[in-house]
């Protein structure tokens, strides 16, 4: 193993990290724009019950919640190796 291998694997964790953050913040960025959207005309309530910021709120937690979950799963297979050079 040479002595500059330690490098390229911090160089393949540090590229899927900055691809995932790319990804992850298109649709949080869609989200965010629509939400600003809705309530620029007030309040509104789905089905006048749930206010519809509270469900913005939980598809944000659940996009950044499965990237966490797969980037750190994808982050490890990157460190020990596991994976295809391409």
């Known amino acids: 193993m040479p002595w500059y291998a330690p490098f390229i694997k911090a160089v393949r964790a540090g ?8 990804v992850a913040s298109v649709p949080i960025g869609a989200i965010y ?4 959207l809705l309530t620029y005309i007030g309040d509104p309530k789905l ?3 749930v206010p ?11 996009i ?3 990237f966490i979950v797969f ?4 982050a490890i297979r990157v ?5 295809r050079d391409f």
């Open 15 to 22: 590229t899927y990290l900055a691809a995932h953050v790319i």
């Open 79 to 83: 460190f020990h190796g596991q994976t």
């Open 71 to 74: 980037g750190t799963i994808e």
């Open 47 to 49: 089905f006048d019950w």
């Open 33 to 36: 724009v629509v939400q600003r």
């Open 64 to 66: 950044l919640v499965a």
């Open 52 to 62: 519809i910021r509270y469900i913005f709120d939980a598809m944000d937690a659940g």
